[in-house]
């Protein structure tokens, strides 16, 4: 049983456009939302985070929407480049040890 | 600094064999887990540790065993090898709580 629902698969994007990838969780007491990227053949790696009394954070190209009502949140990126090609992961932290990941999205930037 | 490192990076394995992942770090990290990997299923936490001497069950602990006589090394044992222990295997360690986690770059397994 999935905590974090997460969702495109997999995404093709061309090079310059917008990556969309959203979670959803039902978990009120999660406290930490991060992101990980995880490149073939390496292990993720932390890419962006935010906390649920924030809305939005934003570290270059990548952007996390945080919706508390919804109890959703997406990642954005901007300006996607093939160097983003990737799989991400969302996450969310429940207690001081278990962090509960998403399924995962594969993005492929067309050049 | 080498981070986190993972042994061995593939490992084919007969049914009924029994294994050890070897796993270290060098950031003196309390924090230690091992995650598996499955497609389309995201990382699912096995085991974790919290200092020398300290481990607790995660969410699919069984069919494994760890310790943790070292702040550094984290082996994560596979006993009695069955094929829905075929995955990739992932340590990882945090300085303090589950914020930001160090990953190694995964140890491949497979049970035939």
């Known amino acids: 049983q999935q905590q974090v629902k997460q969702s495109p698969q997999s995404l093709i994007v061309q090079k310059g456009g917008i990556s969309i990838i959203n979670c959803a969780y039902e978990?009120?007491?999660?406290?930490?939302f991060p992101w990980y990227q995880q490149f073939p053949g390496k292990g993720p790696a932390l890419l962006i985070a935010?906390?649920?009394?924030?809305s939005e954070k934003k570290e270059g190209r990548f952007t996390i929407s945080f919706n508390k009502s919804a109890k959703q949140f997406s990642l954005h990126i901007m300006d996607s480049q093939p160097g983003d090609s990737a799989t991400y992961f969302c996450?969310?932290?429940?207690?001081?040890?278990?962090?509960?990941f998403g399924a995962g999205t594969t993005v492929t930037v067309r050049a | 600094n080498a981070g986190v490192t993972q042994t061995p990076k593939f490992r084919i394995l007969k049914i009924g064999q029994s294994m050890t992942l070897q796993c270290t770090q060098d950031?003196?990290?309390?924090?230690m887990y091992w995650y598996r990997q499955d497609p389309g299923m995201g990382l699912k936490l096995i085991y974790y540790s919290v200092g020398a001497g300290i481990t607790d069950k995660g969410e699919v602990p069984n069919g494994y065993n760890v310790s943790r006589s070292t702040t550094e090394d984290f082996p994560l044992r596979l006993e009695l090898a069955a094929p829905s222990q075929t995955s990739v295997y992932f340590c990882a360690s945090s300085y303090v709580t589950v914020g930001e986690l160090f990953f190694g770059e995964g140890s491949r397994l497979t049970v035939l």
């Open positions: 978990n009120t007491a999660f406290d930490y």
């Open positions: 950031m003196n990290h309390n924090y």
């Open positions: 996450a969310a932290r429940l207690n001081d040890y278990k962090l509960s």
């Open positions: 935010i906390r649920p009394d924030v």
